[in-house]
T-cell receptor, first 114, second 116 residues
């Protein structure tokens, strides 16, 4: 069965710091991987996704994530944290196929201090 | 224009009542979903419809009944509400059932249900 583990439910950084949000997955077949962000009282917004091809995926605002099959990881990097990046970040995995589900991790709450 | 819209945004109701949440998407997507986010922010899929056909039905109490009158709408009806049903319910859509289109899954802003 697929699963997603996000290490660190809370991460606090200073503005301008590099942020690494960790995501490890379990999947018996090559996975499709996603990062979503949820701002307070809002829905989830897609940051980036890996399906096939280049393992380093770039999203909006310089966010990027690297798929490492050998480590079963898809960690998200924020090069320089801004106050506006404070939010909950969710990693998710799905297999191929028409009816396979999107499985979410438990989320990491990012706090950015001035 | 809102891509995936849910109504109401907030819903407070007493135990035992029946309530509905409505969802509409104007993206032309074929597939729609209901997710439940609990108090610990954990998100779990409940149902999925593809072109009005139910394709995912998780282990959810049968008090929850989804209905899709057309592929742009997916409503969720909940009978005999219980305290444990309190959560945020998210509607989502995707281009097709694989969810691998350009924008992945598009989520609504959620309906916060509080059962008292």
């Amino acid at each position: 069965a697929q699963s997603v583990t996000q290490l660190g439910s809370h991460v606090s950084v200073s503005e301008g710091a590099l942020v690494l949000l960790r995501c490890n997955y379990s999947s018996s077949v090559p996975p499709y991987l996603f990062w979503y962000v949820q701002y307070p009282n809002q829905g989830l917004q897609l940051l980036l996704k890996y399906t096939t091809g280049a393992t380093l995926v770039k999203g909006i605002n310089g966010f990027e994530a690297e798929f490492k099959k050998s480590e079963t990881s898809f960690h998200l990097t924020i090069p320089s944290a801004h106050m506006s990046d404070a939010a909950e970040y969710f990693c998710a995995v799905k297999n191929g196929g028409a009816t396979n589900k999107l499985i979410f991790g438990t989320g990491t709450l990012l706090a950015v201090q001035p | 224009d809102t891509a995936v819209s849910q109504t109401p945004k907030y819903l407070v109701t007493q135990m035992g009542n029946d309530k509905s949440i409505k969802c509409e998407q104007n993206l032309g997507h074929d597939t729609m979903y209901w997710y439940k986010q609990d108090s610990k922010k954990f998100l779990k899929i409940m149902f999925s419809y593809n072109n009005k056909e139910l394709i995912i039905n998780e282990t959810v109490p049968n008090r929850f009944s989804p209905k899709s009158p057309d592929k742009a709408h997916l409503n969720l009806h909940i009978n005999s509400l219980e305290l444990g049903d309190s959560a945020v319910y998210f509607c989502a859509s995707s281009q097709d059932a694989t969810g691998l289109g350009s924008y992945g899954y598009t989520f609504g802003s959620g309906t916060r249900l509080t059962v008292v």
